[in-house]
């Protein structure tokens, strides 16, 4: 079938025409919520922790109730080591053109110190122990988790911080997206499995100086207790170190 005569399929006009019309559907379909930025009144400089927040403004907007199943009631309430946790959740979708259009403006109008502590905070840091066999492309959580060390971590700020740290006993036990993505691995040199070294030196030894440097390397580390080697793969080429301080390759 012909494509419709009347659309030219992505012009200016039809962009400003489909925007309107998600906006008009929020409206008519959505709810309103209050969005409220937060300030930083108190940060620890080196590691970036917010140490006290205030909440002292408030912009009513329209937004669409996606998604409330992470709403799970009592179960929704973990106590943890670090105090209790509670998980529910939902999921809102809002026009962000609205917002550009009518938070955006006010909060560009704080103090020059205000507006700076009033920006979004895209930094985060992921650790994952022991994720055997967890980390699913396809569940709910583990493709969740993929999706953000794959493709969210493109959305952090200039400036802001992105950590990921995943530990595993088996190499072939992490998704393949996760091997192929990482920019860091860390070996340690108590590995005692051949049928595991054989499966790392094939996916890391040709970008590292061939297998005979590979084991070479990896001698040097199980020669001394609790050692590793951290070999940055971000590089190019990729570099190997002996525990972050000696460089081997």
Same mark, same amino acid.
């Given at each position: 079938?012909?494509?419709?005569?009347?659309?030219?399929? $992505?012009?200016?006009?039809?962009?400003?025409?489909?925007?309107?019309?998600?906006?008009? =559907?929020?409206? #008519?379909?959505?709810?309103?919520?209050?969005?409220?930025?937060?300030?930083?009144?108190?940060?620890?400089?080196?590691?970036?922790?917010?140490?006290?927040?205030?909440?002292?403004?408030?912009?009513?907007?329209?937004?669409?109730?996606?998604?409330?199943?992470?709403?799970?009631?009592?179960?929704?309430?973990?106590?943890?080591?670090?105090?209790?946790?509670?998980?529910?959740?939902?999921?809102?979708?809002?026009?962000?053109?609205?917002?550009?259009?009518?938070?955006?403006?006010?909060?560009?109008?704080?103090?020059?110190?205000?507006?700076?502590?009033?920006?979004?905070?895209?930094?985060?840091?992921?650790?994952?122990?022991?994720?055997?066999?967890?980390?699913?492309?396809?569940?709910?959580? $583990?493709?969740?988790?993929?999706?953000?060390?794959?493709?969210?971590?493109?959305?952090?700020?200039?400036?802001?911080?992105?950590?990921?740290?995943?530990?595993?006993?088996?190499?072939?036990? #992490?998704?393949? !997206?996760?091997?192929?993505?990482?920019?860091?691995?860390?070996?340690?040199?108590?590995?005692?499995?051949?049928?595991?070294?054989? !499966?790392?030196?094939?996916?890391?030894?040709?970008?590292?100086? $061939?297998? =005979?440097?590979?084991?070479? #390397?990896?001698?040097?580390?199980?020669?001394?207790?609790?050692?590793?080697?951290?070999?940055?793969?971000?590089?190019?080429?990729?570099? !190997?170190?002996?525990?972050? =301080?000696?460089?081997?390759?």
């Amino acid at each position: 079938m012909a494509l419709n005569p009347f659309f030219l399929q $992505g012009s200016p006009g039809e962009q400003r025409l489909i925007q309107d019309l998600v906006n008009e =559907q929020l409206k #008519m379909y959505g709810e309103d919520v209050l969005y409220l930025p937060r300030k930083i009144i108190g940060e620890n400089t080196v590691i970036r922790e917010n140490t006290a927040a205030k909440f002292d403004d408030s912009f009513r907007i329209e937004a669409y109730l996606m998604n409330y199943e992470g709403f799970a009631g009592a179960s929704a309430e973990l106590l943890t080591k670090f105090g209790v946790r509670n998980t529910d959740e939902l999921t809102l979708v809002i026009s962000k053109e609205r917002y550009d259009d009518f938070v955006q403006p006010i909060i560009d109008q704080f103090p020059a110190g205000e507006r700076k502590k009033a920006k979004m905070d895209t930094g985060f840091a992921l650790i994952i122990d022991d994720c055997q066999g967890d980390l699913n492309p396809h569940g709910k959580k $583990g493709g969740a988790a993929l999706r953000l060390c794959t493709r969210h971590r493109h959305e952090v700020s200039p400036g802001d911080p992105a950590l990921f740290i995943i530990s595993n006993q088996k190499w072939n036990g #992490m998704a393949t !997206v996760l091997r192929a993505n990482a920019t860091g691995v860390i070996l340690f040199g108590n590995i005692k499995s051949k049928k595991e070294l054989d !499966v790392i030196r094939e996916d890391l030894a040709d970008s590292i100086g $061939g297998g =005979q440097k590979f084991d070479e #390397m990896f001698a040097r580390a199980a020669a001394i207790p609790y050692a590793f080697l951290y070999i940055r793969l971000d590089s190019t080429p990729p570099e !190997v170190y002996l525990n972050f =301080q000696e460089r081997l390759f």
